[in-house]
């Protein structure tokens, strides 16, 4: 069984999102913009992951995009500055 490229996309954002989540729950009432920022993008990665399209070939590199924006927010939430 060989995987794809969007399944490993897929994957990473999965993980990504979930990370982001667990961050966003402990400093959600600190950096409510970053929060907002977090649930679009969630929102995007999913309706990309979901699409029935690929947007002329720029989906895949969207949703690499999306999930390397949601791994940068993650990090920010991380910071002493977010709690």
Do not use: W, Y
């Amino acid at each position: 069984m060989s995987v794809s490229r969007r399944d490993v996309a897929a994957g990473l954002g999965a993980l990504a999102a979930a990370v982001v989540a667990l961050r966003a729950s402990d400093a959600e009432a600190d950096c409510p913009n970053i929060d907002k920022a977090i649930k679009a993008l969630t929102a995007a990665q999913a309706d990309l992951q979901n699409a029935k399209h690929d947007f002329d070939g720029h989906r895949a590199k969207a949703l690499q995009d999306v999930n390397a924006a949601l791994t940068s927010l993650g990090l920010c939430l991380g910071c002493k500055q977010c709690h």
